[in-house]
C-alpha cells in the first residue's frame, strides 16, 4: 500500500518535487527581509537570534510545521459530521479517532519518504547557516517535541472538528483557529522576539503568556530546541507543558466525542 | 467597444446579486481577508521595535514601509477581486470542457475568461489599504507634492495592469498543460516577492533576484514604483522608473495577449 | 468505399443565394501526442527522465460535403472521431493536415462573422452560466451575439413555448434535471438564428420522454428555419428520427456516407423471417431446412439470403402448423453494429514512438 501511494506521488512527478521546492520559496523572501532588518540595526542579535539563526529557524520550522499541520482534519470531521457519513462509526466497534490518527500517521509517513529528498537538498545547501550540531540529548529532546507536536496538532483540530456535533459552519471556527496559529505558533517569527513586549500582566511580557498557549509547539518549540534556545530547566519544564496540553487536548477529544455522539443520536439521526 | 462593456455589466450585476443572496458568507470572506492582513501588519510593527529601517539608508522607515504595504493592498486587493475567480475557474474549464464554448462564442475569449466572475470580498483589503496609506503618509516629516499624488493612481493602474497580464499567461499555460496546477499556488508563491521593498534583494544572490524580479519578470516593478512615488521624497530620478513601469505594463498586456493566443491555437480539449 | 449523396433538398433560397455546399472538408486530419502513465514502481521512477508516447490519430484523412437545409447524422461509436470532427468544424481545434470551411468561412480562424453564424449543443456539456437564471443566460446571448430586442423576444418567445419551458426559465440552471438543462441549452443555442448546427450527441443520458420531444423540436425547427444540422450520436434513434442522410465514421475514418435507406440495401445480405408455430416445432426438422435459425419456443426465427426469398417462402408457409410469418430487413442497429466492427477489425495505425 505504501508503493502504490509513493507511486501516485511520483506520476505526479513534476507537481510534487516542484510544488515541495516551491513551499521553502517564501523563507527566501523572508531571509532577505530580515537581512535587511538587521543590516539597519547596530545589533549583532535580535532577541538571541542572529540573521543565521533566523535562517535556520524557519527551516527548521518548515520542518517542525511538517509534523503538526493538518489538513483538512477538523474539515473534514465536520463534513462527515454535517453529511452523515459518521453515523458508520457510531455503529461500528473502530474508534473513530483512533482511525483518524491512523491514516493520519500514514499519511505522514508517506509523505515524510517523498518530502524527504527535497527538504534534504535544501537543508544541506543551507547547512551554513546552521549552528554546531546540537548533543545527543538535545537532539532527542528535539525528536521528542517533534513526535508531540503532531500528536497535539492532531488532537487540537481533531477536538475543533468535533465542535461539528454543536455547531453547523465549523469552518469560522477553524478560520480562528488558524489565524492565532499564524501569528502564535511562531510560524512568522520567534516567540522569543515577543520578550521585549509588555503584555496586560504587571511584570510579565507578551513571550511570557505565549508560552504557556499550546500554539508555540507546533512551529517555534522544536525549532528552539534544536538551535539551542532553550535549554536545561527550561527545555524540561517546556516539554513536560507540552506534554499537559497533549494530555488536555486527548481529553478535551475524548469529551467532545462522547458528548457530540450523545447528542447526535438524540436527534434521530 | 459598448458591447464587452455592457456584458462586463452584466457579469458584475450577477456576481452582486449572489454575493447580497449569501451576505452571511460575503462579510465572512471580508473578514478572513481581514484577518490575515492584521496578522501581517502586527508582524511589521513587531520588526519596527528591533530597527528604524528596512535596509540601512534605503528609506523604508516605518510610515513609508507601511505606505509600501499599503500600495501592495490596493493592487492586490484590485487584482484579487476582478481577475483571480475567473484565472481560477480556468482549470475547471479546461477540464470539463466548458473553454470549448467559449471558443465558439463571437466574443474575444480572452475578455470572456478574465472577466466572468469577480471576488467582491477582495476589495475590503484593499479599502483597509486606503486608510493604512492616508494614516502613514499623515505622519510623514513632509507630505507628498500633487505631481505624486496625480501619478500614484496611473502607476496602481500599471501594477495592476502588469499582474494582470501575469495571470493570463499563468491562464495560457493552464490551457496548454491541461493540468489541475492549483493557479491560486502558484500566483501566491510569484508575487511573494514582491511584498518588500525591493531594496531588501541585496548582495550576491539578491542583486541577480532582483534584476531577474524587475526586467524579466516585473514582479518587483508592481509596487515599488507606485510606493516610491509616493512614500520616497520625490526627486526627477523616479521618472525614469516611472517611464519604464508605463513601459513595462504595456509590454506586459501585449506579450501576455499574444501568449494567450498561440495557447488557444494549440487548444487540445478534453477527450470526447 | 464512400458514397456520395446527392441532395434534393435545396430550397429556392438557396439556390438564389449560393449553390455552393455549406460545409465542404477535404483529407481532414487531427492527431494528437499521447503520453503513457506508468505503470508500477519501477515504471514511476522510470518516467522521472523519460516519458513513453503514442501517436494517436483521431481523424485520418476525412472528406465530406454537405449542403445547405441537410440533416447529417454522424454515426459512429465511442472513439471514432467525431466529436473531433465536430469540433475541428467549429473552430474549437485546429487540425493536423486537410482543408475545411463552412459557410465559406475556415473555422479554426475563429472569426466573429463566422461564430455568428453557427451554434454548438454538447450533449451532458453545459454552455449556459450556471449561476444564473436561464433568462439571464438568453439575454447574455442576446448581447453576445447582437440580436436585435425585438427579434430576440420574438424568437425567444416561440422557441420557449415549443419546448414548454416557460416555467423553468427563472430558476438557476444548477436546479434543473438533465433534460430541463438540454431543452434550454436548445433554446439558447437557436436564438441567433444560426444557419449551422452541430449537435454532439445531445440525447445521451436523457429520457425517452425527453429524446422524443428534442426530436420533434429539432425536426420542426431544422425545416421551418432549413438549416444544415451535423448530428453526432450512436444511438440509432437518434438516426431513424431526424435523418436521410447517414454518415458512419469509425476509426477515424467515414465507412459509409449515404441515405438511410441505401445502408439497408447496401449492407445486408439476407432478411430475416419469423415463423410461429401452433406449438414448438421439432428442432432436428428446423434445422434441416438450411438456413442459420434460432428457436424460441413456438417462435423460429430464419435468416434467409435476399436473393433466395421468393423460392424460399413458399415452402416454408406450406409448412405444418404454420400460424403466422413475418419478413423484415435487418434491423438497423445490428448493420451499423457490424460496420462498426468491421471498422475496429482494420489493422491499427498508431505509431509506437520512443523519443
Known sequence: MLAIAIEERLVYRGDFALGTLMRFLPIVTQVFLWTAVFSATSRGDIAGYSRNDIVAYYLLTMLSRAFSSMPGLAGGIARSIRDGSIKKFLVQPVDYVAFLLATRVAHKLVYYVVAAIPFAVVFFLCRGFFPPAPDAATVAAFLLSLVLSFLLGFFMEATLGMLGFWFMEVSSIVFGYMLVQYLLSGHMFPIDMLAGIPSGLPGTTLADVVTWLPFQFTAFFPAAVWLGKVQGGELVRLLVLEVAWVVVMVVACRVAWARGTRRYSGFGG | MIRYLSILGTFVRACLVRDMTFRANFLLECLTSLGWMSMNLAFYLLIFTF???????????????????????????????????????????????????????????????????????????????????????????????????????????????????????????????????????????????????????????????????????????????????????????????????????????AVSRIVFQRSLARYRSASS | MVFAYNSSMHNADAAASDAAPVIRVAGLAKEYRVYDKPEGLMASVRSLFHRESRLVEALRGVALTVERGEFVALLGPNGAGKTTLLKLLSGIITPSRGTATVLGHVPWERADDFRRRFALVMGQRNQLWWDLPAAESFRLHQEIYRIDPAQFARTRDELVDLLGVRKLIL???????????????????LLHEPEVLFLDEPTIGLDVVAQHTIHTFLRHVQTQRQMTVILTTHYMKDVAALCERLVVITGGEI??????????????????????????????????????????????????????????????????????????????????????RAGAARPPRVTEVVP
Not at chain 2, 138 to 157: E, G, K
Not at chain 3, 171 to 189: D, N, T
Request: with cysteine; charged share 20%.
Open chain 3, 171 to 189: 430558476q438557476p440552471v444548477r436546479e434543473l434535471s438533465l433534460g430541463e438543462r438540454m431543452k434550454l441549452e436548445l433554446v439558447a443555442a
Open chain 2, 51 to 253: 530597527t528604524p529601517e528596512i535596509g540601512r539608508g534605503t528609506g523604508w522607515t516605518r510610515e513609508p514601509f507601511f505606505a509600501f504595504v499599503a500600495t501592495g493592498l490596493i493592487i492586490n486587493s484590485i487584482v484579487q477581486a476582478l481577475f483571480m475567480p475567473s484565472a481560477e475557474e480556468l482549470t475547471e474549464m479546461v477540464r470539463t470542457g466548458g473553454l470549448d464554448a467559449v471558443l465558439v462564442k463571437p466574443l474575444d475569449a480572452q475578455f470572456l475568461l478574465s472577466l466572468h466572475r469577480f471576488d467582491f470580498s477582495a476589495l475590503a483589503n484593499g479599502i483597509v489599504g486606503l486608510v493604512l496609506l492616508a494614516w502613514a503618509v499623515s505622519r510623514f516629516d513632509a507630505p507628498p507634492p500633487p505631481v505624486a499624488w496625480a501619478v500614484y493612481p496611473l502607476l496602481i493602474l500599471c501594477g495592476v495592469a502588469i499582474l494582470y497580464a501575469l495571470v493570463i499567461m499563468l491562464a495560457a499555460a493552464t490551457i496548454l498543460m491541461g493540468r489541475n496546477q492549483s493557479l491560486y499556488d502558484f500566483w501566491f508563491y510569484l508575487t511573494n516577492f514582491s511584498r518588500y521593498p525591493a531594496e531588501i534583494y541585496a548582495g550576491p544572490w539578491g542583486g541577480p533576484l532582483r534584476a531577474l524580479c524587475t526586467f524579466v519578470i516585473p514582479i518587483l516593478l508592481v509596487v515599488n514604483v507606485p510606493a516610491r512615488v509616493i512614500a520616497q521624497p520625490f526627486s526627477s530620478e523616479i521618472w525614469g522608473p516611472v517611464a519604464g513601469m508605463v513601459g513595462a505594463a504595456l509590454a506586459a498586456l
Open chain 3, 255 to 340: 465507412l459509409y456516407d449515404g441515405s438511410l435507406a441505401e445502408v439497408v440495401d447496401r449492407f445486408t445480405t439476407h432478411k430475416i423471417v419469423t415463423l410461429d408455430f401452433d406449438e414448438e416445432p421439432d428442432r432436428a426438422a428446423v434445422e434441416r431446412l438450411g438456413f442459420p435459425c434460432e428457436v424460441r419456443g413456438p417462435r423460429v426465427i430464419l435468416r434467409i439470403d435476399r436473393t433466395r426469398i421468393a423460392d424460399a417462402l413458399p415452402p416454408l408457409l406450406r409448412g405444418e402448423g404454420v400460424r403466422d410469418v413475418s419478413v423484415e430487413d435487418v434491423p438497423l442497429e445490428e448493420i451499423v453494429a457490424e460496420l462498426f
